[in-house]
């Protein structure tokens, strides 16, 4: 089993940073990658977007991130973190962080949510 905690969420005019952070808890040594998803507001759960990914081998952005948002880990922190940057209007959504096991389990937090907004 592994536990996510989302925290770093909030309201950030355009332009702005923001770090998001996951704190990752249970087995860690069974996890495969650490993803940070997006759900828009409104959206449906089965529409959430994956914006980054990280693995002991590569990092992977969206398109829409790419060059703006950074995944990185504090392992001694057990720590996934997003870094923000510039943001959008369009950025404005929960943030889920997703933990996949090499079974091919997966596990949510619960989210954060993150407005832009002028």
């Known amino acids: 089993q592994v536990q996510l905690v989302e925290s770093g969420g909030g309201l950030m005019q355009p332009g702005g940073s923001l770090r998001l952070s996951c704190a990752v808890s249970?087995?860690?040594?069974?996890?495969?990658?650490m993803n940070w998803y997006r759900q828009a507001p409104g959206s449906p759960e089965n529409q959430r977007e994956r914006v980054a990914t990280l693995t002991d081998s590569y990092t992977e952005y969206a398109d829409s991130v790419k060059g703006r948002f950074t995944i990185s880990r504090d392992n001694s922190k057990q720590t996934v973190y997003l870094q923000m940057n510039n943001l959008e209007p369009e950025d404005k959504a929960t943030y889920f962080c997703?933990?996949?096991?090499?079974?091919?389990?997966?596990?949510w937090g619960l989210g954060t949510q993150v407005n832009v907004s002028s």
């Open positions: 997703n933990a996949v096991q090499y079974s091919s389990d997966k596990f």
């Open positions: 249970g087995i860690i040594p069974s996890i495969y990658s």
